[in-house]
């Protein structure tokens, strides 16, 4: 008789001790739970021993990446009733030690493995990133870090972004808009913001595949360095802006931006790079990029937060994104990021908050995925396929949930005069 999934239900909610809120589906055809709630499909045995060696978030992470487990129905519904069992029981979560002391607990753990076959340890997947924890954010431990995430090839890449080739939070007028004039816009935001002038020169830190330094190039007369540490990048950058004839006006580099000397710029732009580096470095990060500005340049620092906590020493890196999408990368509070980049020196003139535009992005780099998802995971391999998958939803519903934000900072380097050079009435950009 199949019942697999009536076991797996009852032993969840055993371990969990609260109902499981998706349907399961198991290895034997059978179902339990909720008819009309999103469906968990437990394709194999396989699946119950990557939970058993490694419970919570990472043995999940694991058993979808390696395919033994799957969603069916709408990801984002499934996504936010298992974030409370799994994502959001964090600080609160007793320890596995704590846990198997309680008879309920030991006796659902028992029925598992049980179910679950010879609870031998399996090989995590290859996506996973395996490193020692020492020595984080060297130029090259970054090097690798960037390498893991970027160069995974860049016609995956144009199949998740679309035409923009712009892989940070675009700027929307109406979540009706698309996708490509959400991202022109943000980049014309970006180029407003610093107030560019034809001649001056502009620093683009962590420059992608080059759409920022286009931008600024071709509608602003600005001549532009692009660094990044992606070769794979920076080969697609200079192809496209050979492409747009602006050879002249655009150099891409494979440089690390603590490596830069050619300053001083007139402005400076870091789009989504300052989450790769990392608390203990980010003071250097706001002093390098301090010392690359004139007085009176201005820094435009576009970047993800997270929510505070009481106890900063509790931080942990997200155990998902840490092994499979951004190894070693770290979010700091709004707060934090704005004191580091005072204490370089820099005068903090304007933070606008973009929560809301992350989702909405990234549910339509969800959607370009899915869309041709067999490509995608011919180019890619189906393993990364679905962690992109799974991280571009999960954080899409982070951003929804206020669990995360992103903001774009804009500080300059006053010199000590005082003239900073803005406005009186700042937001001349809007």
């Given at each position: 008789?199949?019942?697999?999934?009536?076991?797996l239900?009852?032993?969840?909610?055993q371990?969990?001790?609260?109902?499981?809120p998706v349907r399961?589906?198991a290895?034997?055809?059978?179902?339990a739970?909720?008819?009309?709630?999103?469906t968990?499909?437990?394709?194999?045995r396989?699946?119950?021993?990557?939970?058993?060696?490694?419970?919570?978030?990472?043995?999940?992470?694991?058993?979808?990446v390696?395919?033994?487990?799957?969603?069916?129905?709408d990801?984002?519904a499934?996504l936010?009733?298992?974030?409370?069992l799994?994502?959001?029981?964090?600080?609160?979560?007793r320890?596995?030690?704590?846990?198997?002391?309680?008879?309920e607990?030991?006796s659902a753990?028992?029925?598992?493995?049980?179910?679950?076959?010879?609870?031998?340890p399996l090989?995590?997947?290859?996506?996973?990133?395996?490193?020692?924890?020492?020595?984080?954010?060297?130029?090259r431990?970054?090097?690798?870090?960037?390498?893991?995430?970027?160069?995974?090839?860049?016609?995956?890449?144009?199949i998740v972004l679309g035409?923009?080739?712009v892989?940070?939070?675009?700027?929307?007028?109406?979540p009706?808009?698309?996708?490509?004039?959400?991202?022109?816009?943000?980049?014309?935001l970006?180029?407003r913001?610093?107030?560019?002038?034809?001649?001056q020169?502009?620093?683009?830190?962590?420059?992608?595949?080059?759409?920022m330094?286009?931008?600024?190039?071709?509608?602003?007369g600005?001549?532009?360095?692009?660094?990044?540490?992606?070769?794979?990048?920076a080969a697609?950058?200079r192809k496209?802006v050979?492409g747009?004839?602006?050879?002249d006006?655009?150099?891409?580099?494979?440089?690390d931006y603590?490596d830069?000397?050619?300053g001083?710029?007139?402005?400076?732009?870091?789009?989504g790079?300052?989450?790769?580096v990392?608390?203990?470095?980010?003071?250097?990060?706001?002093?390098?990029?301090?010392?690359?500005?004139?007085?009176g340049?201005?820094?435009?620092?576009?970047?993800?937060?997270?929510?505070?906590?009481?106890d900063?020493?509790?931080?942990n890196?997200?155990?998902f994104?840490?092994?499979?999408?951004f190894?070693?990368?770290e979010?700091?509070p709004i707060?934090t990021?704005?004191?580091?980049?005072?204490?370089?020196?820099?005068?903090?003139?304007?933070?606008?908050?973009?929560r809301e535009?992350y989702?909405?992005?990234?549910?339509r780099?969800?959607?370009?995925?899915?869309?041709?998802w067999?490509?995608?995971?011919r180019?890619?391999?189906?393993?990364?396929?679905?962690v992109?998958r799974?991280?571009?939803?999960a954080?899409?519903l982070?951003f929804?949930?206020?669990?995360?934000?992103?903001?774009q900072?804009?500080?300059v380097r006053?010199?000590?005069?005082?003239?900073?050079?803005?406005?009186l009435?700042?937001?001349?950009?809007n």
């Open positions: 008789m199949a019942d697999a999934a009536l076991r239900k009852s032993l969840f909610e371990l969990l001790g609260t109902p499981v399961i589906r290895w034997d055809g059978s179902a739970g909720p008819p009309d709630a999103p968990l499909v437990v394709r194999n396989r699946a119950l021993r990557r939970l058993l060696w490694k419970p919570g978030e990472l043995g999940m992470a694991r058993a979808w390696s395919g033994d487990l799957e969603i069916e129905g990801l984002y499934a936010d009733a298992l974030s409370e799994v994502w959001e029981r964090g600080d609160d979560a320890t596995l030690a704590q846990a198997l002391r309680d008879p607990v030991r753990v028992r029925g598992l493995v049980k179910l679950g076959g010879l609870p031998l090989a995590p997947p290859p996506e996973e990133v395996r490193r020692s924890r020492a020595h984080l954010h060297t130029k431990t970054d090097r690798r870090a960037i390498g893991h995430h970027y160069d995974v090839g860049n016609d995956f890449y144009e035409p923009s080739m892989y940070s939070c675009a700027y929307w007028e109406s009706d808009g698309t996708l490509e004039d959400a991202q022109r816009d943000k980049l014309e970006i180029c913001k610093l107030e560019l002038t034809p001649g020169r502009l620093l683009d830190v962590g420059c992608g595949w080059g759409s330094a286009i931008h600024a190039a071709r509608e602003y600005v001549s532009v360095v692009g660094v990044t540490l992606s070769q794979e990048q697609y950058a496209r050979a747009e004839g602006l050879t006006k655009v150099e891409i580099r494979v440089q603590r830069v000397t050619d001083p710029y007139d402005a400076v732009s870091s789009v790079m300052a989450e790769h990392g608390a203990e470095r980010y003071l250097e990060y706001a002093e390098v990029l301090h010392s690359l500005l004139k007085p340049g201005r820094l435009l620092n576009h970047q993800i937060a997270r929510r505070p906590h009481r900063e020493s509790a931080y890196l997200d155990e994104i840490d092994s499979y999408v190894p070693d990368g979010l700091a707060g990021t704005v004191t580091q980049l005072e204490r370089a020196g820099l005068e903090v003139r304007d933070v606008e908050v973009i535009h989702a909405l992005t990234l549910r780099w969800v959607a370009n995925l899915e869309a041709d067999a490509r995608a995971s180019l890619a391999g189906a393993g990364r396929a679905r992109w799974l991280y571009m939803a954080s899409a982070a929804e949930r206020n669990r995360i934000g992103v903001n900072v804009l500080a006053t010199p000590d005069s005082g003239d900073s050079g803005m406005p009435r700042a937001r001349t950009w």
